[in-house]
């Protein structure tokens, strides 16, 4: 008996969490992880502020959640009003009220066809009650069960959230690094037409040739057909972001790149807390208690069930003596069910579920080991990143340094037209480059931010 009546206890969160999960010796012991902080102190432009508050008010996917919690939601307070007082060891009780009138007639036929057809009419108000005694533990057990589905669908939702603030950022930074290779293209064309116009002329006054000339116009011709490329990106990106805005397509409205003020470092706090803000491994963590609870229900049916039941109320046969004393009846029954031969459902159902829990389990310890390589690598990608910007931003000045004096050059006859072309390639893949490791960077800060646990407050 002492054994049917204990629940088992369970620790839901496994154990072995540390440090080395995330793959360094260098985490802060900070006790404030910036998955804590609102998206808000993160991306501090305005524009884009705008542009995430309206993604988490009409983002379908957004409302799509909101709506499984509202679904949840409705499913906890049915099994809260299952199980009304935990100390009383009983289920809440089911009660119903009913009137009914039945006016019967006899068979003739049935009674030999001797007598006459007699009519009877029967008035009826009628209550029953019945309770279930939590003996075991099975109601409560499905009422935590419950609990834990609803707050796994919460987590969820902040899930949803999460991965809409990182998605609609990541756009939004992408955008302004395609606006930044608008610009440098756009210049880079003015610039080769001017040097295409300079070759003509060095080519009519005998300097060059018809080559030089047509290699510097098919740079032209490169670099607008880059930008064709580009404007199609940034048109794509646009339509994009106003999916996630859920709004009709239009262009976006935006700062540009030089303007942000991202973050250069991030708390990551404890590797605990962590896990704690997570809204993935916070989930895995509650469907493991919701499959360890519906383990103990699905247990406590190879044990007897208590049940209590009444029922009382007004019959008659009349109905001017319908509502007295002498109308009233009540009944009250104490039933002991012990299952014994059900063609293996109970076990059946018992086994299954403890497959679903370990099954519960094994995702949860796989969500842990994923937060930590996405940590790791976020973590890793972000701090590495500054250092390439600053070599991408040394390597753009070298180039543009070794452009402007082979230009000299050419136009001195010290060089010919290959070292040009070859420079000027160079030079605009460097700034090309300058501004695809600027907003990797903070993609990368999204990433990590993200894989913190934060995006959803």
Known sequence: L???????????????????????????????????????????????????????TNNLDVRIAIQSVQSAQAYLKQSKAAYIDRKSGSAGPTLSVG????????SINAAGGIGDRTYGNLWDITASASWEADIWGKISAQKRAQTASYLATVEAQKAVQSEVVATLATAYYQLLM??????VLEQTIDFRQKSLETTKHLK??????????????????????????????????????????????????RSNLSAQQFPTEFKQGYPVKLLENRPDV????????????????????????????????????????????????????????????NKRQIRTQYEVQRAAQETALLNLKKSILSAGKEVTDAMRN????????????????????????????????????????????????????????????????????????????
């Open 2 to 56: 002492t054994a049917c009546v204990a629940p088992k206890k369970q620790e839901y969160m496994p154990e072995g969490v540390s440090e080395k999960l995330f793959r360094t010796d260098n985490i802060p012991t900070d006790s404030l992880s910036s998955a804590t902080v609102s998206w808000r102190n993160i991306f501090t432009d305005p524009l884009l502020q705008q542009h995430i508050s309206k993604a988490l």
């Open 204 to 253: 009519d006054a005998g300097s060059t040739t018809d080559v030089a000339t047509k290699q510097i116009e098919a740079l032209v011709y490169n670099a607008q057909a880059q930008l064709i490329s580009i404007n199609n990106s940034i048109w794509a990106l646009e339509n994009t972001i106003c999916v996630l805005m859920g709004e009709e397509l239009h262009s976006i409205e």
């Open 99 to 106: 009137a009914d009138y039945t006016r019967s007639t006899n």
């Open 282 to 341: 916070l989930r895995a963590v509650l469907n493991l208690r919701n499959a360890f609870e519906l383990t103990n229900a699905a247990r406590a049916n190879f044990f007897p069930t208590l049940t209590l039941s009444a029922r009382g109320g007004l019959s008659s046969t009349e109905l001017d003596t319908w509502f007295s004393a002498k109308s009233m009846f009540a009944n009250f029954v104490a039933g002991l069910a012990q299952p014994i031969l």
């Open 382 to 457: 972000f701090t590495t990143q500054t250092e390439l910007i600053e070599l991408k931003t040394k390597e753009m000045k070298a180039y543009q340094e070794a452009t402007d004096f082979s230009k000299q050059l050419f136009d001195s006859g010290m060089v010919n037209y290959l070292e040009v072309i070859t420079a000027e390639v160079n030079r605009l893949n460097a700034e090309l480059s300058v501004a695809e490791a600027q907003f990797t960077r903070m993609q990368y800060g999204i990433t990590l931010y993200k894989a913190l646990g934060g995006g959803w407050k």
């Open 178 to 183: 395609l606006d930044e290779q608008k610009k």
